[in-house]
């Protein structure tokens, strides 16, 4: 199929099938530009320091308890090193670890196979209470596994630490009625015990999740919800305060700190989601700034944006939660109104494109949203590692063309169960 070269702010309908549909035009002639300086802040003491009063003893508290856990690592390279120049390579690929299944029938975690997971799991704890994103839980975890990195104590990135924490209670789970495993049960449940206070600790007065705790600094210190950091981290706050029967074995006072994390994390949802001009929410950032929620960067090739597929995840949790409150629904409400407006119908992406929006005709394909939108346009953009933003696709480096996810369908998932969920609220009103 022929690429498009359309001029952005225009629509352009197109004839399908007897019916019209609207394909968003995405090009445009406009000259790539830089990040401003002040992208994104890490949390530090000054600006601590400069918060309200009221505010102050809860965040004090806050970093004098993620100062003490660094202290009791060893030292850490908290050099930022990824590229910061475009560059003509392959692809560099995501770090994740390996073994950890959460998908596999449920008699399998009763066996002596995931039981061995498990167990390295659990030699694969981190000091502070969380795991890295590239551990190998086929064996035990080696001193030179330690990279005394950023990452090295802990982080929610790439699906680390809570996943690890619900593979550890999906095997004890399975295994808990085996007396020959009592003593691994306890070791399993204990390590869970262990990842849960890391969330709690890693939490920010606010209700926020950073990246990376104890914190490191830089764009690690934003509110997270790349990758789903934030709403994976709530999900287990929630099935840990509702005592699911997995869950039985944590101890009272900590289903109580569970229940206020989960409540304290939703209502930073709620804050830090976007709005328009005239007020109304929106979507949200892929990172927003720790204290102010406001919208920040992270990656040298991640700008400060309304994110699409992120946005999708956060809807995506909003839509399990029991009894949603008006602020909830207002929320989804307004989110969705957001990605049905800016639905690319008819078109797929082609990473491959050298010229053009990378954007192909192809009738019937699934509805597709840009990653990033500009704030206050809504113009898609894309960056790259010199934190440049570019209005074009494919004027981005060869090795970003190729290696992120620019384009996406993941909110067009979510509107089948959107309607379901809304028919839903209609009928509890009725009755109610």
Same mark, same amino acid.
């Given at each position: 199929?022929?690429?498009?070269?359309?001029a952005?702010?225009?629509?352009?309908?197109?004839?399908?099938?007897?019916?019209?549909?609207?394909?968003?035009l995405?090009?445009?002639?406009?000259?790539?530009?830089?990040?401003?300086?002040?992208?994104?802040?890490?949390?530090?003491?000054?600006?601590? $320091? /400069?918060?309200?009063? *009221?505010? +102050?003893? =809860?965040?004090? !508290?806050?970093?004098?308890?993620?100062?003490?856990?660094?202290k @009791?690592?060893?030292?850490?390279?908290?050099?930022?090193?990824?590229?910061?120049?475009?560059?003509?390579?392959?692809?560099?690929?995501?770090?994740?670890?390996?073994?950890?299944?959460?998908?596999?029938?449920?008699?399998?975690?009763?066996?002596?196979?995931?039981?061995?997971?498990?167990?390295?799991?659990?030699?694969?704890q981190?000091i502070?209470?969380?795991?890295?994103?590239?551990?190998?839980y086929?064996?035990?975890?080696?001193?030179?596994?330690?990279?005394?990195?950023?990452?090295?104590?802990g982080?929610?990135?790439?699906?680390?630490?809570?996943?690890?924490?619900?593979?550890?209670?999906?095997?004890?789970a399975?295994?808990? $009625? /085996?007396?020959?495993? *009592?003593? +691994?049960? =306890?070791?399993? !449940?204990?390590?869970?015990?262990?990842?849960?206070?890391?969330? @709690?600790?890693?939490?920010?007065?606010n209700?926020?999740?950073?990246?990376i705790y104890?914190?490191?600094?830089?764009?690690?210190?934003?509110?997270?919800?790349?990758?789903?950091?934030?709403?994976?981290?709530?999900d287990?706050?929630h099935?840990?305060?509702?005592?699911?029967?997995?869950?039985a074995f944590?101890?009272?006072e900590?289903?109580?700190?569970?229940?206020?994390?989960?409540?304290?994390?939703?209502?930073?949802?709620?804050?830090?989601?976007?709005?328009?001009?005239?007020?109304?929410?929106?979507?949200?950032?892929?990172?927003?700034?720790?204290?102010?929620?406001?919208?920040?960067?992270?990656?040298?090739?991640?700008?400060? $944006? /309304?994110?699409?597929?992120?946005?999708?995840?956060?809807?995506e949790?909003?839509?399990?939660?029991?009894?949603?409150s008006?602020?909830?629904?207002?929320?989804?409400?307004?989110?969705?109104?957001?990605?049905?407006?800016?639905?690319?119908?008819?078109?797929?992406?082609?990473?491959?494109?050298?010229?053009?929006?990378?954007?192909?005709?192809?009738?019937?394909?699934?509805?597709?949203?840009?990653?990033?939108?500009?704030?206050?346009?809504?113009?898609?953009?894309?960056?790259?590692?010199d934190?440049?933003?570019?209005?074009?696709?494919?004027?981005?480096?060869?090795?970003?063309?190729?290696?992120?996810?620019?384009?996406?369908s993941?909110?067009?998932?979510?509107?089948?169960?959107?309607?379901?969920?809304?028919?839903?609220l209609?009928?509890?009103?009725?009755?109610?």
């Amino acid at each position: 199929m022929p690429p498009l070269f359309p001029a952005m702010n225009r629509i352009c309908r197109l004839a399908h099938g007897g019916a019209l549909f609207a394909v968003a035009l995405v090009a445009s002639a406009q000259p790539p530009k830089s990040w401003p300086a002040d992208a994104f802040l890490p949390l530090t003491a000054a600006r601590i $320091a /400069a918060l309200p009063a *009221a505010q +102050r003893p =809860a965040w004090e !508290r806050y970093w004098e308890i993620s100062l003490a856990q660094t202290k @009791l690592l060893p030292a850490r390279d908290l050099a930022e090193h990824s590229s910061n120049k475009p560059l003509d390579t392959a692809p560099l690929g995501a770090s994740y670890s390996k073994g950890v299944d959460l998908g596999a029938k449920p008699g399998w975690y009763a066996t002596e196979a995931a039981r061995a997971i498990a167990d390295h799991v659990v030699t694969w704890q981190t000091i502070a209470g969380g795991w890295t994103k590239s551990g190998d839980y086929s064996r035990d975890r080696r001193p030179e596994d330690d990279h005394r990195d950023a990452w090295s104590a802990g982080t929610f990135d790439n699906d680390a630490t809570i996943h690890e924490l619900r593979y550890l209670v999906r095997v004890a789970a399975s295994n808990a $009625a /085996a007396p020959d495993q *009592a003593a +691994r049960v =306890a070791a399993w !449940r204990a390590s869970f015990l262990r990842g849960l206070d890391y969330i @709690l600790a890693a939490q920010y007065p606010n209700g926020g999740i950073p990246q990376i705790y104890p914190l490191a600094g830089g764009y690690h210190d934003a509110i997270t919800f790349n990758d789903d950091a934030m709403e994976h981290a709530l999900d287990l706050l929630h099935d840990v305060a509702a005592r699911r029967p997995e869950l039985a074995f944590v101890p009272v006072e900590k289903v109580a700190r569970a229940r206020d994390g989960f409540e304290r994390g939703l209502h930073c949802i709620l804050a830090a989601q976007l709005r328009d001009a005239a007020g109304a929410p929106t979507v949200w950032a892929q990172q927003v700034d720790s204290l102010t929620l406001a919208p920040c960067a992270a990656r040298n090739f991640e700008p400060i $944006a /309304a994110c699409s597929q992120e946005s999708a995840g956060v809807v995506e949790f909003l839509l399990t939660l029991d009894s949603p409150s008006p602020e909830v629904i207002a929320a989804v409400d307004g989110a969705m109104a957001w990605f049905r407006a800016r639905a690319l119908h008819g078109v797929v992406w082609n990473r491959n494109a050298t010229t053009g929006s990378g954007l192909e005709s192809r009738p019937g394909a699934r509805d597709l949203w840009a990653r990033f939108y500009e704030l206050g346009t809504d113009k898609p953009i894309f960056g790259d590692r010199d934190r440049t933003i570019h209005y074009i696709e494919t004027e981005i480096s060869f090795e970003r063309r190729r290696g992120y996810a620019w384009f996406g369908s993941r909110p067009a998932d979510l509107f089948s169960r959107y309607e379901k969920w809304r028919r839903e609220l209609a009928t509890s009103a009725r009755k109610g």
